[in-house]
Protein backbone atom coordinates (compact mmCIF):
# COMPACT_ATOMS: atom_id res chain seq x y z
CA UNK A 1 0.00 0.00 0.00
CA UNK A 2 1.39 3.21 -1.09
CA UNK A 3 2.38 5.38 1.91
CA UNK A 4 3.58 8.95 3.10
CA UNK A 5 5.07 9.47 7.02
CA UNK A 6 5.85 13.05 7.90
CA UNK A 7 7.77 13.91 10.47
CA UNK A 8 8.14 15.36 13.21
CA UNK A 9 4.31 15.86 13.92
CA UNK A 10 5.39 19.27 15.13
CA UNK A 11 8.50 21.82 15.28
CA UNK A 12 8.84 24.94 17.49
CA UNK A 13 12.20 27.08 16.16
CA UNK A 14 13.55 30.65 17.19
CA UNK A 15 13.39 33.09 14.85
CA UNK A 16 16.85 32.63 12.75
CA UNK A 17 17.02 28.82 13.61
CA UNK A 18 17.51 26.46 10.52
CA UNK A 19 16.22 22.87 10.30
CA UNK A 20 14.59 20.69 7.96
CA UNK A 21 11.06 18.56 8.07
CA UNK A 22 11.22 15.20 6.71
CA UNK A 23 8.67 13.37 4.42
CA UNK A 24 9.39 9.24 3.97
CA UNK A 25 7.31 7.59 1.32
CA UNK A 26 6.97 4.22 0.76
CA UNK A 27 5.36 3.82 -3.06
CA UNK A 28 5.31 1.42 -6.17
CA UNK A 29 6.89 3.48 -8.01
CA UNK A 30 7.30 7.96 -8.05
CA UNK A 31 5.62 9.88 -10.38
CA UNK A 32 6.23 13.41 -8.75
CA UNK A 33 6.49 14.49 -4.86
CA UNK A 34 4.84 17.72 -3.64
CA UNK A 35 5.19 20.11 -1.09
CA UNK A 36 2.27 22.52 0.41
CA UNK A 37 2.32 24.95 2.89
CA UNK A 38 -1.50 25.12 4.69
CA UNK A 39 -2.27 28.17 6.72
CA UNK A 40 -5.46 27.93 9.49
CA UNK A 41 -8.54 27.99 7.89
CA UNK A 42 -6.91 27.92 4.18
CA UNK A 43 -6.35 25.51 1.24
CA UNK A 44 -3.15 24.11 0.69
CA UNK A 45 -0.74 26.31 -1.11
CA UNK A 46 1.30 25.15 -3.79
CA UNK A 47 5.30 25.49 -3.41
CA UNK A 48 7.39 22.54 -5.19
CA UNK A 49 7.45 19.70 -7.59
CA UNK A 50 10.82 17.30 -7.49
CA UNK A 51 10.35 14.40 -9.74
CA UNK A 52 13.74 12.10 -9.54
CA UNK A 53 15.88 11.32 -7.14
CA UNK A 54 18.53 13.86 -6.39
CA UNK A 55 16.38 16.85 -7.73
CA UNK A 56 16.40 20.50 -5.79
CA UNK A 57 14.17 23.00 -5.77
CA UNK A 58 14.32 26.47 -3.66
CA UNK A 59 12.15 29.17 -3.07
CA UNK A 60 13.46 32.07 -1.06
CA UNK A 61 14.34 30.23 2.67
CA UNK A 62 12.59 27.04 1.67
CA UNK A 63 14.68 23.92 -0.24
CA UNK A 64 13.42 21.04 -1.29
CA UNK A 65 14.91 17.40 -2.28
CA UNK A 66 14.19 14.39 -3.04
CA UNK A 67 15.82 10.89 -2.31
CA UNK A 68 14.83 7.34 -3.40
CA UNK A 69 12.80 7.04 0.20
CA UNK A 70 12.31 9.99 1.48
CA UNK A 71 11.85 14.06 0.59
CA UNK A 72 12.97 16.78 3.25
CA UNK A 73 12.32 20.45 3.18
CA UNK A 74 14.81 22.57 4.59
CA UNK A 75 14.25 26.08 6.27
CA UNK A 76 16.73 28.49 6.82
CA UNK A 77 16.74 31.37 9.42
CA UNK A 78 12.94 31.01 9.94
CA UNK A 79 10.91 33.81 10.20
CA UNK A 80 7.25 33.78 12.24
CA UNK A 81 5.57 34.57 9.14
CA UNK A 82 7.01 30.59 7.90
CA UNK A 83 4.70 29.45 10.63
CA UNK A 84 2.24 27.11 8.91
CA UNK A 85 1.94 23.59 8.74
CA UNK A 86 3.77 21.53 5.52
CA UNK A 87 2.36 19.10 3.67
CA UNK A 88 4.22 16.50 1.43
CA UNK A 89 1.97 14.53 -0.94
CA UNK A 90 2.96 11.64 -3.58
CA UNK A 91 1.85 10.90 -7.07
CA UNK A 92 2.14 7.40 -8.49
CA UNK A 93 2.17 5.75 -11.85
CA UNK A 94 -1.06 3.63 -10.96
CA UNK A 95 -2.96 6.79 -9.61
CA UNK A 96 -2.08 9.75 -12.14
CA UNK A 97 -4.13 12.11 -10.66
CA UNK A 98 -4.57 10.99 -6.99
CA UNK A 99 -2.66 12.45 -4.45
CA UNK A 100 -1.35 11.01 -1.42
CA UNK A 101 -0.58 13.09 1.39
CA UNK A 102 1.01 12.62 4.39
CA UNK A 103 -0.54 14.27 7.94
CA UNK A 104 1.70 17.40 7.81
CA UNK A 105 4.54 19.13 10.06
CA UNK A 106 2.99 21.59 11.90
CA UNK A 107 6.03 24.50 12.13
CA UNK A 108 5.76 27.55 14.77
CA UNK A 109 8.78 30.23 14.38
CA UNK A 110 8.84 32.22 17.75
CA UNK A 111 10.67 36.03 17.10
CA UNK B 1 -2.04 29.63 -12.54
CA UNK B 2 -5.39 28.70 -12.32
CA UNK B 3 -7.51 30.29 -9.08
CA UNK B 4 -10.24 28.58 -7.13
CA UNK B 5 -13.02 30.32 -5.59
CA UNK B 6 -14.86 28.01 -3.09
CA UNK B 7 -18.04 28.29 -1.02
CA UNK B 8 -19.14 28.40 1.21
CA UNK B 9 -16.29 28.66 3.45
CA UNK B 10 -17.52 27.42 6.58
CA UNK B 11 -21.15 26.02 7.88
CA UNK B 12 -22.80 24.31 10.83
CA UNK B 13 -25.62 22.48 9.88
CA UNK B 14 -28.29 20.14 11.09
CA UNK B 15 -27.85 15.98 11.04
CA UNK B 16 -29.53 14.56 8.61
CA UNK B 17 -29.21 18.04 6.47
CA UNK B 18 -27.80 17.83 3.23
CA UNK B 19 -25.08 20.58 2.31
CA UNK B 20 -23.98 21.67 -1.22
CA UNK B 21 -20.60 23.11 -1.95
CA UNK B 22 -19.65 25.01 -4.83
CA UNK B 23 -16.29 25.20 -6.58
CA UNK B 24 -15.92 27.84 -9.44
CA UNK B 25 -12.03 27.71 -11.05
CA UNK B 26 -11.43 31.00 -13.40
CA UNK B 27 -10.13 28.68 -16.00
CA UNK B 28 -11.25 25.92 -18.11
CA UNK B 29 -9.93 22.31 -17.09
CA UNK B 30 -10.48 18.61 -17.84
CA UNK B 31 -10.83 17.60 -14.14
CA UNK B 32 -11.73 18.28 -10.36
CA UNK B 33 -10.81 16.61 -7.33
CA UNK B 34 -12.83 16.64 -4.28
CA UNK B 35 -10.49 15.80 -1.09
CA UNK B 36 -11.58 15.57 2.24
CA UNK B 37 -9.08 16.73 5.66
CA UNK B 38 -11.06 15.34 8.77
CA UNK B 39 -9.12 16.95 12.22
CA UNK B 40 -5.75 15.93 12.52
CA UNK B 41 -5.97 14.14 9.43
CA UNK B 42 -4.45 14.04 6.55
CA UNK B 43 -6.21 15.50 2.88
CA UNK B 44 -8.09 12.05 1.22
CA UNK B 45 -9.20 11.84 -2.22
CA UNK B 46 -13.32 11.80 -2.51
CA UNK B 47 -13.84 11.89 -5.83
CA UNK B 48 -12.51 12.93 -9.64
CA UNK B 49 -15.43 14.80 -11.92
CA UNK B 50 -14.71 14.86 -15.46
CA UNK B 51 -17.17 17.14 -17.34
CA UNK B 52 -20.06 14.98 -19.48
CA UNK B 53 -19.25 11.96 -17.37
CA UNK B 54 -19.96 10.25 -13.87
CA UNK B 55 -17.56 11.40 -11.18
CA UNK B 56 -14.89 8.57 -10.27
CA UNK B 57 -15.42 8.02 -6.65
CA UNK B 58 -12.32 6.39 -4.73
CA UNK B 59 -12.89 3.56 -2.07
CA UNK B 60 -14.75 3.93 1.02
CA UNK B 61 -17.05 6.93 -0.42
CA UNK B 62 -20.56 6.31 -2.55
CA UNK B 63 -21.95 8.40 -4.75
CA UNK B 64 -25.59 8.78 -2.85
CA UNK B 65 -23.40 10.26 0.15
CA UNK B 66 -21.43 12.49 -1.79
CA UNK B 67 -22.93 13.36 -4.82
CA UNK B 68 -21.39 15.56 -7.45
CA UNK B 69 -22.21 17.46 -10.40
CA UNK B 70 -19.83 18.74 -13.20
CA UNK B 71 -22.02 21.01 -15.84
CA UNK B 72 -19.29 22.69 -17.31
CA UNK B 73 -15.44 23.04 -17.76
CA UNK B 74 -15.39 25.87 -14.65
CA UNK B 75 -17.69 24.79 -12.15
CA UNK B 76 -18.31 21.70 -9.87
CA UNK B 77 -20.29 21.43 -7.29
CA UNK B 78 -19.93 18.16 -4.26
CA UNK B 79 -22.96 17.51 -2.03
CA UNK B 80 -22.74 15.65 1.46
CA UNK B 81 -26.05 14.19 1.72
CA UNK B 82 -27.76 13.03 4.91
CA UNK B 83 -25.34 14.09 7.32
CA UNK B 84 -23.86 13.29 10.68
CA UNK B 85 -20.95 14.54 13.13
CA UNK B 86 -18.54 12.15 11.71
CA UNK B 87 -19.09 13.95 8.28
CA UNK B 88 -17.34 16.82 10.29
CA UNK B 89 -14.07 17.97 8.22
CA UNK B 90 -12.65 20.75 6.03
CA UNK B 91 -13.72 19.80 1.89
CA UNK B 92 -11.45 20.86 -0.59
CA UNK B 93 -11.38 21.23 -4.52
CA UNK B 94 -8.45 21.23 -6.73
CA UNK B 95 -7.44 21.44 -9.94
CA UNK B 96 -4.15 20.80 -11.74
CA UNK B 97 -1.67 23.61 -12.21
CA UNK B 98 -0.52 22.59 -15.40
CA UNK B 99 0.09 18.94 -16.85
CA UNK B 100 3.42 18.04 -14.59
CA UNK B 101 3.03 21.06 -12.10
CA UNK B 102 1.16 20.12 -9.52
CA UNK B 103 -2.22 20.95 -8.32
CA UNK B 104 -4.11 24.26 -6.42
CA UNK B 105 -6.91 23.72 -4.09
CA UNK B 106 -9.65 26.03 -3.02
CA UNK B 107 -9.45 27.60 0.11
CA UNK B 108 -12.04 25.09 1.86
CA UNK B 109 -15.41 24.53 3.38
CA UNK B 110 -15.43 23.28 6.95
CA UNK B 111 -18.14 21.70 7.79
CA UNK B 112 -19.09 21.05 11.51
CA UNK B 113 -22.41 18.62 11.85
CA UNK B 114 -24.22 18.93 15.19
Known amino acids: EDQVTQSPEALRLQEGESSSLNCSYT??????LFWYRQDPGKGPEFLFT???AGEEKEKERLKATLTKKESFLHITAPKPEDSATYLC????????????FGTGTRLQVFP | SAVISQKPSRDICQRGTSLTIQCQVD?????MFWYRQQPGQSLTLIAT?????????ESGFVIDKFPISRPNLTFSTLTVSNMSPEDSSIYLC???????????FGSGTRLTVV
Open chain 2, 94 to 104: SVEIGTGRGYT
Open chain 1, 27 to 32: VSGLRG
Open chain 1, 50 to 52: LYS
Open chain 1, 89 to 100: AVQTPRNTDKLI
Open chain 2, 27 to 31: SQVTM
Open chain 2, 49 to 57: ANQGSEATY
